[in-house]
């Protein structure tokens, strides 16, 4: 029986467009169930498909620092987030829950 290679999957290699990149952060934020960590890295895939130098400098951030702040391991500051999110070109938004 021949071996399957098989690769890991990195969701950054398929966010092309801005609307891929904002659909996936609204699913990410719709799963999260409250989970700043896990939002997070969400925001750190959309920035490694984006380039993360790049958008370090737009942030105004150092490269190690998002990454650290995006990792997923802990959740970064709303400070942080809403620069992260400005650099993506991506706008925070509410909405009403009907409850």
């Not at 987030?81 to 009907?98: C, D, I, R, Y």
């Amino acid at each position: 029986m021949a071996k399957t290679a098989t690769s890991r999957y990195d969701v950054a290699e398929h966010l092309r467009s801005p609307e891929e990149m904002a659909a996936y952060l609204e699913a990410c934020i719709d799963e999260a169930d409250g989970n700043a960590a896990f939002i997070a890295k969400a925001l750190g895939d959309i920035a490694r498909a984006k380039g993360m130098s790049q958008v370090a400098r737009d942030a105004g951030l150092s490269r190690e620092s998002l990454y650290k702040a995006l990792s997923g391991d802990r959740a970064p500051s709303f400070d942080t987030v809403l620069k992260v999110m400005g650099a993506l070109g991506l706008k925070l938004h509410a909405e009403a829950v009907n409850q």
